[in-house]
């Protein structure tokens, strides 16, 4: 059972940035592809980044392209989302997710190819 911690969240204004962090344990980190995923108010939980279980591949969000950065730390298990230039729109519920993928070296964007999920940190991002 893989517990993941998120952190990093806050209130930022507009064309600020912000660093999320997941913190990993109860598991082997490499053998997982990791995921950072939003959700704002009345809307559905969308992906936003994903990264491969070795940090080579890597999948963004049209939305985000450009502006957000998703890598990992395989020796300190975490994973991390550079955002920069925020936009209002940005402001959501972002959550950490992992799925176990063995050998597998791509990065994953569907909701439920995901395993296991973080309770999600809060990113405001004001006008």
């Known amino acids: 059972q893989v517990q993941l911690v998120e952190s990093g969240g806050g209130l930022v204004q507009a064309g600020g940035s912000l660093r999320l962090s997941c913190a990993a344990s109860?598991?082997?980190?490499?053998?997982?592809?990791m995921g950072w995923f939003r959700q704002a108010p009345g809307k559905e939980r969308e992906i936003v980044a994903g990264?491969?279980?070795?940090?080579?591949?890597?999948y963004y969000a049209d939305s985000v392209k450009g502006r957000f950065t998703i890598s990992r730390d395989n020796a300190k298990n975490t994973v991390y989302l550079q955002m920069n230039n925020l936009k209002p729109e940005d402001t959501a519920v972002y959550y950490c997710?992992?799925?176990?993928?063995?050998?597998?070296?791509?990065?994953?964007?569907?909701?439920?190819?995901?395993?296991?999920w973080g309770q999600g940190t809060q990113v405001t991002v004001s006008s």
């Open positions: 990264i491969s279980r070795s940090g080579g591949s890597t």
């Open positions: 109860g598991g082997t980190f490499s053998w997982y592809a």
């Open positions: 997710a992992a799925d176990y993928v063995g050998y597998s070296s791509s990065a994953y964007s569907r909701t439920s190819e995901y395993d296991y």
